[in-house]
T-cell receptor, first 112, second 115 residues
């Protein structure tokens, strides 16, 4: 499985935008980029995913570099409820993508 | 509420006990997963069931035995566990369509302590 690299932790302030980076230099053409987050005392939840183009949904935006070797999850206006561990995961479509392999993720702290 | 319910939420067992974790999904999905989350470690995929057939077994010791009687229910039977098996066990489900599994929906987990 192709690997991702994320900072261990990040800190931001409430109501400010947050940019969470992810490097995936060995990404293949059939890998989708997925983001999940895990709030304290809960299971992970899906945030967003994309292949080549930037993506937006009600939770966040995903900006994908043109060479696809990196991506950034953008929370436009962070709230205290966004404090969580954020996981960037590559998922290979061509192999049925049954595996979702989690790394260490980025622990995001939001200051009031 | 994610539509995936796990019971019990907390379980304490001795090394010689036999117990089971239960997962039920109310989303109409056709794939279910067990993950293990130990302190300070990433989530580890244990088992995947797709259309009630086990399609992934990530070298999990035989003291963990999964069972998927139908597409809505998944069990993890536990027998002669070790203290290092203490962890949060997470169940998830997804809809596999044309070979692509879609997003995973996770339960809140069962916190297991082995004494």
């Amino acid at each position: 499985d192709a690997k991702t690299t994320q900072p261990n932790s990040m800190e931001s302030n409430e109501e400010e935008p947050v940019h969470l980076p992810c490097n995936h230099s060995t990404i293949s053409g059939t890998d989708y980029i997925h983001w999940y987050r895990q709030l304290p005392s809960q299971g992970p939840e899906y945030v967003i995913h994309g292949l080549t183009s930037n993506v937006n949904n009600r939770m966040a935006s995903l900006a994908i570099a043109e060479d696809r070797k990196s991506s950034t999850l953008i929370l436009h206006r962070a709230t205290l409820r966004d404090a969580a561990v954020y996981y960037c995961i590559l998922r290979d479509w061509s192999q049925g993508a049954q595996k979702l392999v989690f790394g260490q993720g980025t622990r995001l702290t939001i200051n009031p | 509420e994610t539509g995936v319910t796990q019971t019990p939420r907390h379980l304490v067992m001795g090394m010689t006990n036999k117990k089971s974790l239960k997962c039920e999904q109310h989303l109409g999905h056709n794939a279910m997963y067990w993950y293990k989350q130990s302190a300070k470690k990433p989530l580890e995929l244990m088992f995947v069931y797709s259309l009630e057939e086990r399609v992934e077994n990530n070298s999990v010791p035989s003291r963990f035995s999964p069972e998927c009687p139908n597409s809505s229910h998944l069990f993890l039977h536990l027998h002669t566990l070790q203290p290092e098996d203490s962890a949060l066990y997470l169940c998830a489900s997804s809809q596999v369509s044309m070979g692509f599994p879609g997003e995973l929906f996770f339960g809140e987990g069962s916190r297991l302590t082995v004494l």
